[in-house]
C-alpha cells in the first residue's frame, strides 16, 4: 500500500526494473521526461560559429526506433503497475518522439484526456534556417482507462487563468536564469531541466495534497521541487548519480507550503446543492424580478415556484435557470447560476452571488 510505502527519496538505477519493483496501485500521478530520442548528427553551431549547447548526452541516443519503441513500452508497461487505477500519467516530448510515444500509451490501454502544448515564449530559434522554429512541446495526459475516475482540479485551473476556463494550450518560458541549475564549472546541470512553473500547474491540476508523484526520469528534480512545495510525496529515479546528488541538495532548500489550508482546492461540484427557488422562498429575489444575460440581449423573468419564463424568436421558454438559459442561447446546455444576472445598485451581479450567501448561511 502506498501509506507503506517509503517516499520523499530518489532511487538510483534503472527506472524500468526500480518501476517493477514499487508495490502495484502505489501511485497517484506519473510525470515523465523521458529521452526525446532526438537523433542528433554532429554539432549545431550559430550563425556566429559557436556551438549549441543542446542535448548531446549518451542517454538520449537509441539505435534505431524499434530500439526505442522497446524502451517506451518497457518504462510505460512499468509505469502503468505503479499506478492507481483513478491515477494519471503526464508524458512530455517533442515531435521527435511524441507520436511514437502516444501510440504505445494507446496500445497499452491508457486513455488519453488532453494533449497540452507548452508554447515556449522564448524559445531558441532555427540558425539554419531550413525550418520553423521549434517553439512548442508536447505533453500527453492520460487516465488508466476509459472509465477511470480520475482526480482534476478544474476551479484551480480556472483560478490560475484570471477565472477563465484554462485551455490546453500553455505559454511558459524556458528555463533560464537563477533557475537553471549550473555545475561546478558553470554549465548547465541538465540539458532539458524543466521549468518549474510547468510542473506548477501538471502537480496542482492533477493531484491532491499528500497524493504521491512519481517521476521516472528524474534528472535534476524538478518534480521533486515542486511536489515538496506544494506538500505532495514524491519518488524520483534516477540512473546518472550524478543528477541525482544535485537533485537531492536542491530539493532539500525548498521549503513547503507552511499552512495547509494554503493548499486547498474547493471544489464546486463538492458543495452542498442549493435549489435556485431557495433564493425565490428567502426573499433574495421576488417574483417577477428580471434575470440578464452579461450584456442585457436576453431576459427571463422569476416565477413564484423558482423556475424562469422567457421568450425568443422560437417561442416561449419555460423551465430551471439551466433549461431556460441553453434555450435562449440555443445550446444543449447552460450554468445558469453564472449566466444569469440580477440587477443591484445599478450593476449586474449573477445570481451565483446569492447562492453563496445561502451557503454561508448554514455554517
Known amino acids: 500500500m502506498a501509506e507503506t510505502l517509503a517516499t520523499n527519496r530518489i532511487l538510483v538505477g534503472d527506472?524500468?526494473?526500480?518501476?517493477?519493483?514499487?508495490?502495484?496501485?502505489?501511485?497517484d500521478m506519473v510525470f515523465a521526461d523521458p529521452p526525446y530520442n532526438l537523433q542528433l548528427n554532429g554539432d549545431l553551431m550559430r550563425p556566429n560559429h559557436t556551438r549549441v549547447d543542446g542535448v548531446d548526452e549518451e542517454w538520449d541516443r537509441f539505435q534505431d526506433f524499434p530500439t526505442y519503441d522497446r524502451f517506451t513500452r518497457d518504462w510505460l508497461a512499468a509505469a502503468r503497475h505503479t499506478l492507481k487505477d483513478d491515477g494519471t500519467l503526464w508524458v512530455i516530448g517533442s515531435y521527435h518522439n511524441i507520436f511514437r510515444v502516444g501510440s504505445i500509451l494507446q496500445d497499452l490501454g491508457f486513455w488519453v484526456l488532453n494533449d497540452i502544448i507548452w508554447r515556449k515564449s522564448n524559445p531558441m530559434p532555427n540558425f539554419k534556417g531550413r525550418?520553423?522554429?521549434?517553439?512548442?512541446?508536447?505533453?500527453?495526459?492520460?487516465?488508466?482507462?476509459?472509465?477511470?475516475?480520475?482526480?482534476?482540479?478544474?476551479?484551480?485551473?480556472?483560478?490560475l487563468n484570471e477565472d477563465l476556463q484554462m485551455r490546453s494550450d500553455w505559454t511558459l518560458p524556458?528555463?533560464?536564469?537563477?533557475e537553471r541549475l549550473r555545475d561546478e564549472t558553470g554549465q548547465k546541470a541538465h540539458p532539458t531541466q524543466k521549468p518549474e512553473?510547468?510542473?506548477?500547474?501538471?502537480?496542482?491540476?492533477?493531484?491532491?495534497?499528500?497524493?504521491?508523484?512519481?517521476?521516472?526520469?528524474?534528472?535534476?528534480?524538478?518534480?521533486?521541487?515542486?511536489?515538496?512545495r506544494l506538500q505532495r510525496r514524491w519518488i524520483g529515479l534516477e540512473r546518472e548519480h550524478q543528477y541525482a546528488r544535485i537533485a537531492n541538495e536542491r530539493i532539500a532548500q525548498v521549503e513547503p507550503v507552511a499552512e495547509p489550508d494554503l493548499l486547498e482546492v474547493?471544489?464546486?461540484?463538492?458543495?452542498?446543492?442549493?435549489?435556485?427557488?431557495?433564493?425565490v422562498e428567502r426573499g433574495y429575489l421576488q417574483p417577477g424580478t428580471m434575470l440578464?444575460?452579461?450584456?442585457?440581449?436576453?431576459?427571463?423573468?422569476?416565477?413564484?415556484?423558482?423556475?424562469?419564463?422567457?421568450?425568443?424568436?422560437?417561442?416561449?421558454?419555460?423551465?430551471?435557470i439551466h433549461q431556460v438559459g441553453a434555450a435562449m442561447q440555443g445550446l444543449?446546455?447552460?450554468?445558469?447560476?453564472?449566466?444569469?444576472?440580477?440587477?443591484?445598485g445599478g450593476r449586474l451581479a449573477p445570481i451565483d452571488v446569492l447562492r453563496q450567501k445561502v451557503l454561508s448561511e448554514r455554517h
Open 15 to 27: 527506472c524500468v526494473q526500480l518501476m517493477r519493483d514499487l508495490p502495484a496501485g502505489s501511485v
Open 131 to 159: 525550418r520553423f522554429a521549434n517553439a512548442h512541446e508536447t505533453m500527453i495526459w492520460c487516465s488508466k482507462s476509459k472509465d477511470a475516475k480520475y482526480y482534476f482540479a478544474y476551479e484551480a485551473m480556472k483560478a
Open 174 to 178: 524556458l528555463c533560464t536564469g537563477a
Open 197 to 228: 512553473a510547468l510542473l506548477y500547474r501538471v502537480i496542482m491540476s492533477s493531484t491532491r495534497p499528500g497524493d504521491l508523484v512519481l517521476d521516472p526520469f528524474f534528472g535534476t528534480g524538478t518534480t521533486g521541487a515542486v511536489a515538496k
Open 266 to 279: 474547493p471544489s464546486k461540484r463538492a458543495q452542498p446543492r442549493v435549489p435556485f427557488g431557495n433564493l
Open 292 to 320: 440578464f444575460d452579461q450584456r442585457r440581449r436576453i431576459i427571463a423573468k422569476v416565477r413564484a415556484d423558482g423556475t424562469l419564463v422567457a421568450q425568443n424568436h422560437t417561442g416561449e421558454h419555460k423551465g430551471s
Open 332 to 344: 444543449p446546455a447552460c450554468n445558469g447560476w453564472t449566466f444569469w444576472h440580477f440587477q443591484e
